[in-house]
């Protein structure tokens, strides 16, 4: 008896009974991920079942003991161990690339951060995702949720590249600051060179990843500023993150979100601006309005307008 499966994103594909769901996917073409070879040790082969479930071979002894070990939510099975008995089952893998392998089956060493109380020159970068209320209403919680986690990834690791700690991830933002160790003209470059570095490897990872599985183009705005801010730890024992507070921080927040009224997705202070090593006298200049100051804020344009998105 043959069956007909739908790896969602990606393609349907036949399963003959009594086959596993990784075999058939890997006769389908699919690159599925199977490092133990497909004994129940590994995970890697592990699948989030969107519905179907009732269709479903129930886990055997070899991948509950996995599941308790690893804790997995009830949907969430290995698809070298199950089986499908009729039609109507749909399912994503999880795994689908190194980066996904490090996120949820090696797992990251969590940042040692160091104690901090100081008033300093430091620079302030603000990013926002922009436009993902679309991607929100066309997908489901778990691709949200991946797509959130995979983004925060790529930008945590360019800023602790290049020397930045981040403040706070919103639901669909980032607040970074540069400049805990080094002067504040070498801050400012070293965020600057993370801004450019974040655009590169997002439209990498729109290309080979978020369009072809999720047909979709993710965009961001940032904003660049720098000035005299007060660092702290105000959290309790772990849970210890900085603060980072002042008039510039306010400042730099305008600046991302006058990304979208000048739509230019990198916008820096004229401040920023003077101390960037590599900067082109031809960038264009703007002004904007700051709220309660009587005179305009020069600003420039470092990036590119948006793309169309969707
Ligand atoms: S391939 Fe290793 S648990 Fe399925």
Do not use: W
Request: hydrophobic residues 40%; contains cysteine; charged residues 25%.
């Amino acid at each position: 008896m043959i069956f007909k499966i739908d790896l969602i994103n990606e393609k349907s594909f036949e399963i003959i009974k009594n086959q596993t769901i990784l075999q058939a996917s890997l006769e389908a073409g699919i690159l599925h991920y199977h490092a133990c070879g497909g004994k129940a040790r590994c995970s890697t082969c592990r699948i989030v079942v969107q519905e179907g479930e009732e269709n479903l071979s129930p886990p055997n002894k070899a991948e509950l003991k996995l599941r308790n070990q690893k804790k997995f939510p009830g949907n969430v099975r290995l698809a070298c161990q199950t089986r499908v008995t009729a039609n109507g089952v749909k399912i994503q893998r999880i795994i689908k690339d190194e980066a996904d392998l490090d996120l949820y089956v090696y797992g990251k060493s969590s940042e040692n951060i160091q104690t901090v109380g100081d008033e300093k020159s430091m620079a302030l970068f603000f990013l926002d995702i922009r436009d993902f209320t679309p991607f929100i209403e066309k997908h489901l919680p778990f691709d949200v949720i991946h797509i959130v986690r995979r983004l925060n990834i790529l930008f945590n690791e360019v800023i602790t590249q290049h020397k930045g700690k981040i403040i706070e991830f919103s639901g669909d933002g980032v607040y970074a600051v540069f400049g805990f160790d080094e002067p504040v003209d070498e801050a400012v470059n070293n965020a600057y060179k993370a801004g450019r570095q974040i655009l590169s490897s997002l439209h990498k990872l729109n290309d080979n990843y978020i369009a072809k599985y999720f047909d979709y183009k993710i965009d961001v705005g940032m904003g660049l500023h720098a000035g005299r801010v007060i660092v702290g730890k105000t959290g309790v024992k772990e849970n210890n993150p900085y603060t980072v507070m002042g008039l510039p921080v306010n400042v730099a927040s305008r600046l991302e979100s006058s990304t979208k009224e000048l739509n230019n997705n990198f916008i820096v202070s004229e401040y920023v601006y003077e101390m960037l090593a590599d900067k082109n006298d031809l960038t264009e200049q703007k002004q904007i309005n700051l709220k309660g100051a009587s005179e305009p804020f020069l600003v420039r344009l470092m990036g590119k307008p948006f793309a169309k998105l969707g």
